[in-house]
């Protein structure tokens, strides 16, 4: 059983659309949890950080995070054409750092 | 703005050949990670620091070794290149274990 799942897509929606990324994890007493986002041949940028259950917010991004059902969620308002590029979750626990695959996300113009 | 900056952005080596890869960071981390990303692969752990001298295997340590003479710096190091070590090697570090990591821009190996 793989420690992160997301479905790595690719995620196709039209400009103006909501985004919603997907991951769960398996280990039960994870402390913090991630996204991020990765253009073609760049590296990872940290986009979010989350660390208790519920929603976090900063501009056009939300994370939510259930621990109970082991299950954290990027949500992408407005998506925009600049935000096509794979979505990396990854969970921490302790010095632990597990990513996901990695889901890719098309913004149709 | 704070960086993490691997030295090298494209490299091709020959098969056999000692490879050196470096990063180095100017936020005064106490973590320093080294990771490979291949395709289908994902983001694979090779080794971390938690301090000057301090190092711990990660998921696929096998024909690596690091180095960590100084805080601030972190090198891998390929003791005799293969191609199966053809990949994208990224460096990340973090202050604290909560915290999330910051990349370096990452280096595209090719061995040959």
């Known amino acids: 059983q793989k420690e992160v799942e997301q479905n790595s897509g690719p995620l196709s929606v039209p400009e103006g659309a909501i985004a919603s990324l997907n991951c769960t994890y398996s280990?039960?007493?994870?402390?913090?949890f991630f996204w991020y986002r990765q253009y073609s041949g760049k590296s990872p940028e940290l986009i979010m950080s989350?660390?208790?259950?519920g929603d976090k917010e900063d501009g056009r991004f939300t994370a939510q995070l259930n621990k109970a059902s082991q299950y954290v969620s990027l949500l992408i308002r407005d998506s925009q054409p600049s935000d096509s590029a794979t979505y990396l979750c990854a969970v921490n626990n302790n010095n632990d750092m597990r990513f996901g695959a990695g889901t890719r996300l098309t913004v149709k113009p | 703005d704070v960086k993490v900056t691997q030295s090298s952005r494209y490299l091709v080596k020959r098969t056999g050949e000692k490879v050196f890869l470096e990063c180095v960071q100017d936020m005064d981390h106490e973590n320093m990670f080294w990771y490979r990303q291949d395709p289908g692969l994902g983001l694979r752990l090779i080794y971390f620091s938690y301090d000057v001298k301090m190092k711990e295997k990660g998921d696929i340590p096998e024909g690596y070794s690091v180095s960590r003479e100084k805080k601030e710096r972190f090198s891998l190091i390929l003791e005799s290149a293969s191609t199966n070590q053809t990949s994208m090697y990224l460096c990340?570090?973090?202050?604290?274990?909560?915290?999330?990591?910051?990349f370096g821009s990452g280096t595209r190996l090719t061995v040959v």
């Open positions: 280990d039960r007493v994870s402390q913090s």
């Open positions: 990340a570090s973090k202050q604290d274990l909560v915290y999330g990591y910051t």
């Open positions: 989350i660390y208790s259950n």
